[in-house]
């Protein structure tokens, strides 16, 4: 059964999805970034717990570019980016999709909190290029994009928004519960919150904190309650690295999955890292935002059912 | 058994030792976290609705009902009459258990009733019904502008949106598991 109209009302959406690829693009070229393309079907993907591949024949899609983009980061291309479609299973619903669209980069000689203005920076230009200043306005509320973010540490919105402590949700295995379904909703409503540091368990390849070592120096953006994107200062200790991802290995077998085979070029790479952070952006959530859409559903020309 | 990332819409469950079908759902994930499966759920037998959050590692058996062929009588007052294509014997439903079937219930419609246990619980409509819209609001001609729907009501009293040019009187196709317009119907 058609349904061709839905597919036309989508327009205005999609133009603002152009708008947005585009502007990105000249965004990080005007800062000096190499824009690159690395494989989407890849040997195994990186052992993270929550996260499922899709096969591909013998191979898998990847979840994210993150794995060819470090060992590139590695080998000296300091500033890169990539505009990749990403590739995981079992997540649908109004913020998820199988296949999505992140835009990911990296810098190398900065750190996590660089990379915060950095973002601060890229909304500012795309509001810029959208002709909406630095006034957004998503689901009847009305963001102020302009520098500087609010910035919130996780312990912080804990006690701020959530109905038990930091310490209290990790004990009792409630951390993500608390945080998607009593903070996330109260995050970035008036300004973007950028949270950050966040407990090492929960931050598999982020450097550890030098002021609290019970930390990651790991953040995440939130506007108007929307997850945006995930960034950290890069870990590059391997050893430790190792160590982290047989633990998410070992979770992995808890849940039933098969582990993933230690990724051993790409720990290779991680040792030869300067001192870097990278962060990857969902690009649809941000169409979202700009075409001021309640779905993810709206801001793709298909999604899977419409195939 | 059905796993947490089997939930979605209008699925059917065992909670409790009580048959629940899934009304709303929500799937969330904070970043790289676990999922979580954000559920609203109407118990099929008392009609009331609680909120649960699923984690991937929750398991549910099906919910323990039989599903019957039958015919849509006629509406009286709050009752919704329908007859087993089998034995002919006639039943009546309250309008909470047909639920947001009543906004598709044509006389004469074939449908399946669901039986937990000898008592009717729930309806499941053929996919696509068509009918008539009563009640729109008319068309200015000219307004093609894509993305510009408008409401209408249709013969059940339930109100849809469609494209601008579908008129009063037109019969018109409706998806009932979505409750969205598809098309208009001709003749």
Same mark, same amino acid.
């Given at each position: 059964?058609?349904?061709?109209?839905?597919?036309?009302?989508?327009?205005?959406?999609?133009?603002?999805?152009?708008?947005?690829?585009?502007?990105?693009?000249?965004?990080?070229?005007?800062?000096?970034?190499?824009?690159?393309?690395?494989?989407?079907?890849?040997?195994?993907?990186?052992?993270?717990?929550?996260?499922?591949?899709?096969?591909?024949?013998?191979?898998?899609?990847?979840?994210?570019?993150?794995?060819?983009?470090?060992?590139?980061?590695?080998?000296?291309?300091?500033?890169?980016?990539?505009?990749?479609?990403?590739?995981?299973?079992?997540?649908?619903?109004?913020?998820?999709?199988?296949?999505?669209?992140?835009?990911?980069?990296?810098?190398?000689?900065?750190?996590?909190?660089?990379?915060?203005?950095?973002?601060?920076?890229?909304?500012?230009?795309?509001?810029?290029?959208?002709?909406?200043?630095?006034?957004?306005?998503?689901?009847?509320?009305?963001?102020?994009?302009?520098?500087?973010?609010?910035?919130?540490? +996780?312990?912080?919105?804990?006690?701020?928004? &959530?109905?038990?402590? !930091?310490?209290? *949700?990790? =004990? %009792?295995? #409630?951390?993500? /519960?608390?945080?998607?379904?009593?903070?996330?909703?109260?995050?970035?409503?008036?300004?973007?919150?950028?949270?950050?540091?966040?407990?090492?368990?929960?931050?598999?390849?982020?450097?550890?904190?030098?002021?609290?070592?019970?930390?990651?120096?790991?953040?995440?953006?939130? +506007?108007?309650?929307?997850?945006?994107?995930? &960034?950290?200062?890069? !870990?590059?200790? *391997?050893? =430790? %690295?190792? #160590?982290?991802? /047989?633990?998410?290995?070992?979770?992995?077998?808890?849940?039933?999955?098969?582990?993933?085979?230690?990724?051993?070029?790409?720990?290779?790479?991680?040792?030869?890292?300067?001192?870097?952070?990278?962060?990857?952006?969902?690009?649809?959530?941000?169409?979202?935002?700009?075409?001021?859409?309640?779905?993810?559903?709206?801001?793709?020309?298909?999604?899977?059912?419409?195939? | 058994?059905?796993?947490?990332?089997?939930?979605?819409?209008?699925?059917?469950?065992?909670?409790?030792?009580?048959?629940?079908?899934?009304?709303?759902?929500?799937?969330?994930?904070?970043?790289?976290?676990?999922?979580?499966?954000?559920?609203?759920?109407?118990?099929?037998?008392?009609?009331?609705?609680?909120?649960?959050?699923?984690?991937?590692?929750?398991?549910?058996?099906?919910?323990?009902?039989?599903?019957?062929?039958?015919?849509?009588?006629?509406?009286?007052?709050?009752?919704?009459?329908?007859?087993?294509?089998?034995?002919?014997?006639?039943?009546?439903?309250?309008?909470?258990?047909?639920?947001?079937?009543?906004?598709?219930?044509?006389?004469?419609?074939?449908?399946?009733?669901?039986?937990?246990?000898?008592?009717?619980?729930?309806?499941?409509?053929?996919?696509?019904?068509?009918?008539?819209?009563?009640?729109?609001?008319?068309?200015?001609?000219?307004?093609?502008?894509?993305?510009?729907?408008?409401?209408?009501?249709?013969?059940?009293?339930?109100?849809?949106?469609?494209?601008?040019?579908?008129?009063?009187?037109?019969?018109?196709?409706?998806?009932?598991?979505?409750?969205?317009?598809?098309?208009?119907?001709?003749?």
């Amino acid at each position: 059964m058609s349904a061709q109209w839905k597919l036309e009302a989508k327009r205005e959406a999609l133009e603002t999805r152009a708008c947005v690829l585009h502007a990105t693009r000249a965004f990080f070229l005007s800062r000096d970034y190499l824009e690159v393309e690395t494989p989407n079907r890849i040997p195994a993907p990186l052992p993270e717990s929550h996260i499922d591949a899709l096969a591909a024949g013998p191979w898998w899609l990847h979840p994210s570019p993150e794995l060819c983009m470090k060992r590139m980061l590695a080998a000296g291309y300091g500033r890169i980016f990539q505009i990749a479609k990403c590739y995981r299973g079992h997540e649908r619903g109004a913020l998820h999709l199988p296949e999505f669209t992140l835009l990911e980069w990296y810098r190398a000689g900065c750190d996590y909190r660089q990379l915060m203005e950095e973002c601060e920076d890229l909304f500012l230009y795309l509001s810029g290029a959208m002709g909406i200043s630095n006034r957004l306005t998503y689901r009847d509320r009305e963001i102020d994009l302009s520098k500087p973010w609010e910035r919130l540490s +996780v312990k912080e919105a804990f006690d701020r928004h &959530g109905s038990i402590a !930091l310490g209290k *949700a990790l =004990e %009792q295995d #409630r951390f993500e /519960e608390v945080l998607a379904l009593e903070i996330e909703p109260r995050l970035g409503n008036l300004k973007p919150t950028l949270l950050y540091d966040y407990p090492l368990a929960f931050a598999s390849l982020a450097r550890v904190s030098k002021d609290n070592p019970a930390f990651a120096e790991r953040f995440e953006i939130y +506007v108007g309650g929307l997850e945006l994107a995930n &960034g950290f200062s890069e !870990l590059t200790d *391997a050893k =430790e %690295q190792r #160590r982290r991802f /047989e633990k998410e290995n070992a979770l992995r077998s808890k849940r039933g999955r098969p582990p993933w085979p230690m990724p051993e070029e790409f720990l290779e790479a991680i040792s030869r890292l300067p001192e870097s952070a990278g962060i990857a952006l969902g690009v649809d959530r941000m169409v979202m935002l700009f075409a001021d859409a309640a779905s993810i559903d709206d801001v793709v020309s298909f999604t899977p059912e419409e195939l | 058994m059905y796993s947490a990332s089997d939930l979605r819409k209008n699925l059917r469950l065992m909670l409790d030792d009580d048959p629940y079908i899934v009304v709303d759902f929500q799937f969330v994930k904070p970043g790289k976290g676990q999922s979580l499966y954000r559920c609203k759920l109407r118990n099929m037998l008392t009609g009331s609705q609680i909120d649960r959050t699923f984690r991937e590692v929750d398991t549910f058996k099906p919910a323990d009902t039989e599903e019957k062929n039958m015919q849509f009588l006629y509406k009286e007052g709050d009752s919704f009459h329908f007859m087993d294509n089998e034995n002919y014997e006639q039943i009546a439903l309250t309008q909470e258990q047909v639920g947001d079937a009543k906004n598709f219930l044509i006389e004469n419609m074939e449908c399946k009733v669901l039986m937990f246990r000898d008592r009717p619980i729930d309806i499941t409509l053929p996919n696509f019904v068509d009918v008539l819209v009563t009640d729109a609001p008319p068309w200015i001609k000219g307004d093609t502008v894509s993305g510009n729907y408008k409401p209408v009501i249709v013969e059940t009293g339930y109100k849809v949106s469609v494209p601008p040019f579908v008129e009063q009187g037109e019969k018109i196709r409706i998806d009932t598991r979505t409750g969205e317009y598809l098309t208009r119907v001709k003749g």
